[in-house]
């Protein structure tokens, strides 16, 4: 079992950065893939980037990249999603997420925090 706890969500200026923080419970951290979703009200949650166990691979959705950058510290138990030039359309509930692979697919994880919530103001 783990147990998933985001941070680091607010309200920020079109342009401005923001960093999300995941917090992960247990001593097999290092083992899951962990991605970062999002969800937007009226939309479908979607994929927004993920990170393999060692930190090696990540995807990002095309969107984010080259603005967003997520990175892990396997010692800390933590994955972060670093946001920089953020734009109104980036306003969403960010939720991290840990599963077995690297995929975009969020049936494929198998565990979920409760979100956290990023507002974009233009």
């Known amino acids: 079992q783990v147990q998933l706890v985001e941070s680091g969500g607010g309200l920020v200026q079109a342009g401005g950065s923001l960093r999300l923080s995941c917090a992960a419970s247990?001593?097999?951290?290092?083992?899951?893939?962990m991605g970062w979703f999002r969800q937007a009200p009226g939309k479908e949650r979607e994929f927004v980037s993920t990170?393999?166990?060692?930190?090696?691979?990540?995807l990002y959705k095309l969107a984010v990249k080259g603005r967003f950058t997520i990175s892990r510290d396997n010692a800390k138990n933590t994955v972060y999603l670093q946001m920089n030039s953020l734009k109104p359309e980036d306003t969403a509930v960010y939720y991290c997420?840990?599963?077995?692979?690297?995929?975009?697919?969020?049936?494929?994880?198998?565990?979920w925090g409760r979100g956290t919530q990023v507002t974009v103001s233009s």
């Open positions: 247990g001593r097999t951290f290092s083992s899951y893939t």
């Open positions: 997420a840990a599963g077995g692979e690297v995929t975009s697919a969020p049936g494929h994880y198998a565990y």
């Open positions: 990170i393999s166990g060692s930190g090696v691979n990540t």
